[in-house]
């Protein structure tokens, strides 16, 4: 089963059939401690050093800060020049700005070859522009919160060729890893009807540039 999202410490991985491809990039929290420059060219070399991996977990975001700095706009935009000049998929954070995101991404739709807007907690309304950018989403844990009513509506909506899951977690254990993404596969089959095979597939659609696959 495809894990789209977890951790481990500080690097991000994607698990697909067995097989866990990494991901690296410097989120936006950092923004203002790195220099742009440098930590592009820090995520260059990584990747240049290996075909198997992505860019990722990088973006924007208003969690942690009441609005984008420009300090996040910039490192995005230097990391999405890497994915786009080297090919790679990118694993992307938009924290309540998911259409701030999108609008940075755009631009890059057809060099960069697919997106994963990791953690997808907005209007379901953005899906046509999603897929247009060769996006897909992955939804999490809070799919078993049966307050959460409103992101159940989200999860429904999006179009099961889209749709992945994550644990997004840093599990002490792979055990306690697998068990939380089969609860998760579980709820969100049992809200969309969406199999594992769809999933599986979305998954490989989103790493296919990665020669590991």
């Known amino acids: 089963m ?3 999202h977890f951790h481990k410490g500080a690097e991000t991985f994607l698990s697909y059939r067995g097989v866990e491809l990494r991901f690296v990039g410097f989120h936006p929290w950092v923004a203002g401690e790195v220099d ?3 930590a592009a060219r820090e995520v260059r070399e990584a990747a240049e050093a290996d075909p198997c991996t992505g ?3 990088v973006g924007l975001d208003r969690l942690k800060v009441k609005s984008v700095t420009p300090a996040q706009r910039v490192l995005f935009d230097a990391q999405l020049r890497v994915a786009a000049d080297l090919r790679r998929p990118v ?3 938009g924290a309540r700005c998911w259409g701030e995101v999108l609008k940075a991404v755009r631009p890059f739709a057809g060099r960069i070859p697919a997106f994963l807007f990791h953690g997808f907690s907005r209007s379901g309304g953005l899906m046509p522009d999603i897929e247009a950018v060769n996006g897909f989403v992955s939804v999490g844990k809070a799919v078993l919160n049966d307050h959460a009513v409103n992101y159940r509506e989200l999860v429904k909506g999006i179009p099961h060729g889209r749709l992945l ?3 997004d977690d840093d599990a002490a254990s792979g055990s306690e890893r697998d068990d939380l993404l089969a609860s998760i596969f579980m709820k ?5 009807g ?3 095979a769809e999933m599986d597939a979305n998954a490989f659609r ?3 540039s990665l020669t590991a696959t």
């Open 36 to 38: 742009c420059e440098s």
């Open 91 to 93: 694993v992307l954070h």
């Open 206 to 208: 989103f790493i296919q």
């Open 194 to 196: 969406v199999t594992e």
């Open 55 to 57: 860019i990722g977990e």
């Open 165 to 167: 899951i994550e644990t």
């Open 2 to 4: 495809t894990n789209a």
């Open 188 to 192: 969100v089959a049992e809200l969309t």
